[in-house]
C-alpha cells in the first residue's frame, strides 16, 4: 500500500525523509517502528531528526577510500547517524533493507508499466494529482487482492455465491 505521496522540484530524495515521516504521521496517528528508504533519503540531518520516532534502515554510501569501514561511526557523527552506520552494518539490518527490492521496488515498477513514465502535466499541483491518482488506483488494486484473505474468504469467482448467500 502507497500511505505517502509528495511532489519537489529536487532532483533527487535527498531532505525528504523527514516530510515524509511526518506526512505519514499525521495520516496514520503513528511513524512506523522502521522506516525502510532508498539510498537518497538518508542525509545525516535526516536520519537525526526522525531517530527518536523511527528507526532507519538505508544504505551507508560507499567511502571514497575503499580500505575505509563505512559501519564503523565517524568522529563528527551524531549519536544517532552512528547508529545508523552500526546498524546497517549487521546481518539483521542487511536482511530488512533486502525486502526493499520486493516492497518499495516494487510499486516503482508497477508504476513504470502502468505508464507512469513521463508526465502529461505541468506544475506541482497536476504532478502532484497524477501521483495521488496513481496511489489511489494502487490501492484499490491492493485492497482487492488482500481484502478477501482480510475477512477470512477465497478468493476467485467460487466465492460469489458465498458472499451472496
Not at 509528495?6 to 499525521?26: C, L, N, R
Not at 546498524?87 to 513504470?112: F, H, P, Q, W
Request: hydrophobic letters at 40%; a positive charge; aromatic letters at 4%.
Amino acid at each position: 500500500m502507497i500511505i505517502g505521496v509528495e511532489v519537489v522540484t529536487a532532483g533527487t530524495d535527498q531532505g525528504q525523509m523527514v516530510p515524509m515521516v511526518e506526512q505519514v504521521s499525521e495520516r496514520c496517528g503513528q511513524v512506523p517502528e522502521n522506516w525502510l528508504v532508498d539510498g537518497g533519503y538518508p542525509g545525516h540531518g535526516q536520519v537525526d531528526a526522525v531517530a527518536d520516532n523511527t528507526t532507519v534502515y538505508a544504505p551507508v554510501p560507499k567511502a571514497r577510500n575503499s580500505e575505509v569501514d563505512i559501519h564503523q561511526p565517524k568522529p563528527k557523527d551524531s549519536p544517532a547517524v552512528a547508529q545508523w552506520r552500526q546498524r546497517m552494518g549487521s546481518d539483521e539490518a542487511k536482511i530488512i533493507y533486502k525486502r526493499r527490492a520486493s516492497t518499495a521496488e516494487c510499486v516503482n515498477a508497477l508504476a513504470r508499466n502502468r505508464g507512469l513514465n513521463r508526465l502529461r502535466v505541468r506544475g506541482l499541483k497536476k504532478v502532484k494529482a497524477v501521483a495521488l491518482l496513481f496511489a489511489l488506483a494502487h490501492n484499490l488494486m491492493r485492497t482487492v487482492t488482500l481484502a478477501p484473505h482480510l475477512v477470512g474468504i477465497g478468493t476467485g469467482t467460487s466465492v460469489v455465491p458465498q458472499i451472496a448467500g
